[in-house]
């Protein structure tokens, strides 16, 4: 069973950083991208970055120029480094593996359980 988890969040003030790592576990064969959403209260889940398999990246328009999405391919992982943070980057942050296969299962997608990144004075 593939799994993902999330670390590195936390209370950051207005202007900080915060460096946001998801592993991914389970055999794995290939994820063809990885991603970061986040959902803040009462707002639907969102998209914050995404990496496909050709290493494209897309960013949400908030917070282009802020945050920076990467991979460790070897270690199935993704990096969301985040700079100038503001209180409406507060949300709780979800990482997600699309097309995911292992020797015996394909996964069309998996989600992590999300971590809580709360930025405020």
């Known amino acids: 069973q593939v799994q993902l988890v999330e670390s590195g969040g936390g209370l950051v003030q207005p202007g900080g950083s915060l460096r946001l790592s998801c592993a991914a576990s389970?055999?794995?064969?290939?994820?063809?991208?990885m991603g970061w959403y986040r959902q803040a209260p009462g707002k639907p889940r969102e998209l914050v970055a995404r990496i496909g398999g050709g290493g494209s990246r897309n960013y949400a328009d908030s917070v282009k120029g802020r945050f920076t999405i990467s991979t460790e391919n070897a270690k199935n992982t993704v990096l969301l480094e985040n700079h100038s943070l503001r209180p409406e980057d507060t949300a709780v942050y979800y990482c997600?593996?699309?097309?995911?296969?292992?020797?015996?299962?394909?996964?069309?997608?998996?989600w992590g359980p999300g971590i809580m990144v709360t930025v405020s004075s």
């Open positions: 389970g055999s794995i064969f290939s994820i063809n991208a």
């Open positions: 997600s593996a699309a097309d995911v296969r292992t020797r015996i299962q394909w996964y069309p997608e998996v």
